[in-house]
């Protein structure tokens, strides 16, 4: 995936399951066209893709682009900035599950360059961002919630911590 930036993203199977479905990945990023980092990811699911890997991708780290992911249109590979350093990070696909939706592993980048998960991270392993806001360094989530409902949590980054701010239900329209 060439992106706006110096990185360049390249996801290959290194496994697949008894079913014949990836289980085990390379993310290859490449840097002024040079194996910069390779990283080994394992999905918790993947869903079905052809052959090709033709995994769908979106980057909202450049101009401010409105998102438009959620929980029945969604991408695989999606680079932003999620800890507004100002530095590119990415999300890919962790599992796909009815209708919570598409749930992703988190990478970030450090001052080197070097893209390295995060457990603390309150997304991590769970849905993508409908907002972030850079100015007031906050994540909103949206997501359904039962049959009938849909939950909103806004999560804001404080000294380098992460603070649920809010979260309400409501009726789904």
């Keep these: 995936m060439n992106n706006l930036d110096e ?38 699911a993947w869903p079905v893709i052809k052959d090709s890997l033709a995994l769908t991708r979106a980057n909202y780290f450049a101009n401010d682009t409105i998102i438009n992911d959620g929980v029945e249109h969604f ?9 507004f350093d100002g530095l590119e990070d990415f999300a890919i696909l962790y599992d796909f599950g009815g209708n919570g939706g598409p749930s992703y592993s988190y ?8 893209f390295l998960s995060n457990k603390e991270f309150p997304l991590n392993e769970g849905p993508f961002p409908k907002i972030i806001n850079k100015a007031d360094k906050t994540l909103v989530i949206k997501r359904p919630k039962g049959c009938c409902k849909t939950n909103t949590t806004v999560f804001q980054l404080q000294k ?14």
Excluded: C
């Design 7 to 44: 990185f360049n993203f390249f996801i290959s199977v290194l496994e697949k399951d008894q079913n014949n479905r990836p289980s085990s990945f390379k993310i290859e990023i490449i840097k002024n066209s040079k194996n910069f980092q390779n990283i080994t990811y394992n999905p918790s």
């Design 75 to 83: 991408h695989d590979f999606i680079i932003a900035d999620f800890n």
């Design 107 to 114: 990478f970030f980048q450090n001052e080197k360059g070097e």
């Design 160 to 173: 380098n911590n992460w603070k649920i701010i809010s979260t309400t239900d409501e009726a789904m329209e």
